[in-house]
């Protein structure tokens, strides 16, 4: 990629300036550790989906992209866009996934009757589903590079692409048939293009209108960030032209027209004819100022039925678990604690200083807003939520930061070169000695992913992913025993050859033998099954997700 022609202004000898070009041979160097760094990230997260059964949210997606595929229509999952599960329906065309069209039944149960009972291998379809974001995630990578280096030079862009490539959510997330790493990534392209629109804005500005509107096909929570994106269009155009008001307006409407019309491509790439039945799904009336709002979204009628059920969603009451605390409802400080427990130690200092050096460093600070601003909207946004499930609704903060992370490098400072590969290799060391369970990922701060389980739940630990690796275990070191299971996810553990009864469907005393329960179920029992974790002793864990108790 080439570099900007107007970046950030070039600092005096003393005040420091971003490295030189490599000449010659030495002008190899930086691409090939591009290469090496995506390489090794690419071997982790295929690794993962190749070892990990289907996640709670997977199936569901991949049901809605077949139906995509072989209906033509938006039909199943209609609370996201249809954006991110075109992405994966290219997967699952290559897969060859058999259909049944006669069934008629929930997302859920469509999830699982194509994976288990249409004729599918289901471990065959994850893979290819995955494929398509894990490609993405991949490309996500030259941005944030591209990114750091039009900011500050190469150098910086490779410790900044270094702290993205080793990231355990984006690893995480990134190999998952899901959506936030997609609409993450395409969020942070446009607000990369809209840097360089400083000094291209006609070429650049509808390019980052388009990956807007791929981030708002892809998933509505993106919607904050419209205002600030247009914001940032305007600012782009005052740059070259501060006295130009209509051309600022022009590129604020330009940014944001072509982002609406990339989300009504969307559904129309699915169903030309724009079909959509609201009385196949229960969709909430909303009603006051949010009711207003989705009935004024310039987007077809099936997106604003799904951003009424997004709100319905969000009027439920959510169990949630922190720090070994269970809770119903939502606690505004969630997010950043989550955090605190699941990034690198060495990135959460980068990050800070990265976000410092934007905001104190003269040259860099025009940068700031492009980088930080984003960020701290969905931030807030994300916390404002009803559902404490995971850091996956942050997954945008770990691409963010790193691009400003990088920005260190920039400083000339004898200890900063020295410091950021000290950190940079720390992250390494951690993201390394979890492999291959990036999902339960905690740093070293609280005990690692042994741990995690302890302290967060749901996607942040437990999300149904080791249903295949408990198969194994039970079979190589429990063959004959009586198992009794209580299994949070989407799997189907008879389509594994697990053979169990529900504990909590038979009185207590009669359960007797191997007692297995999710990790994410053990974090909010109640009841009987309280009861039964209370005198059962754990003997063995799988994949820092699934505790074995004997009984």
Partial sequence: ?????????????????????????????????????????????????????????????????????????????PEHPPLGKLVVAAGVAVAGAHVD????????????????????????????????VIALTLLFGLVV???????????????????????????????????????????????????RA??????????????????????????????????LAALSVCARRPRDVRRALLAAGVVTAVAVAVVWAAYLAVDPRLRWDPGATHVPVVHGLRGHLVRLLPFPEAYRDGMRIQFGMENRSWAGFLFGHRYTGARWYYLPA?????????????????????????????????????AAVLLVAAMAGSRDLGTRYAVFLPMSLAVAAGCVL???????????????????VSSLRTFPYYLPYSNEAFGGPARTHLRLHDSNVDWGQDLGRLADRLHDRYAGER???????????????????DPRRVPPA??????????????????????????????????????????
């Fill in 483 to 501: 198992v009794w299971l209580v299994y949070k996810g989407s799997g189907v553990p008879a389509a594994y050859g697990i053979e169990a009864r």
């Fill in 410 to 428: 920039a400083v000339r400072l004898r200890w900063a070169p020295v410091a950021v590969a000290a950190l940079v290799a720390f992250v390494a």
């Fill in 1 to 77: 990629m080439a570099r900007a022609a107007h970046p950030v202004p070039a600092p005096t000898p003393d005040a420091g300036t971003a490295p030189a070009r490599p000449r010659g041979r030495r002008r190899l160097l930086v691409p090939l550790l591009v290469a090496v760094l995506l390489a090794q990230m690419a071997v982790a997260m295929v690794t993962t989906a190749v070892r990990q059964t289907p996640t709670i949210d997977e199936p569901v997606y991949v049901a809605a992209a077949a139906g995509y595929l072989h209906e033509h229509r938006v039909r199943l999952n």
């Fill in 338 to 374: 989550a955090l605190l427990v699941k990034t690198p130690l060495g990135a959460l200092v980068l990050w800070t200083a990265g976000a410092l050096v934007l905001v104190v460093v003269r040259r860099l600070r025009p940068a700031a807003p492009y980088v930080l601003v984003p």
């Fill in 198 to 231: 400083r000094d291209r804005a006609r070429r650049c500005l509808p390019l980052a209108g388009a990956a807007l509107g791929a981030a708002l096909a892809t998933k509505m929570s993106t919607l904050p960030v419209v205002p600030v994106a247009a914001a």
């Fill in 145 to 195: 590079f591209a990114f750091t280096r039009d900011l500050a030079g190469p150098v910086p862009a490779l410790a900044a692409l270094a702290l993205y490539a080793l990231s355990p959510d984006v690893v995480a997330h990134g190999s998952l048939a899901t959506l936030d790493v997609p609409a993450a990534g395409f969020l942070l392209t446009s607000v990369w293009l809209l840097w």
């Fill in 510 to 551: 009669e359960v007797h033998g191997l007692l297995v329960v999710s990790d994410s179920a053990v974090a909010v029992a109640k009841g009987p099954l309280a009861v039964l974790l209370r005198t059962g002793r754990p003997v063995d864990e799988v994949g820092h997700s699934i505790t074995l108790y004997r009984r």
């Fill in 101 to 132: 069209p006669s069934f008629t039944g929930t997302q859920e149960a469509a999830g699982r009757h194509l994976l288990y009972r249409s004729g599918n291998d289901p471990w065959r379809l994850m893979l290819w589903a995955r494929l398509p």
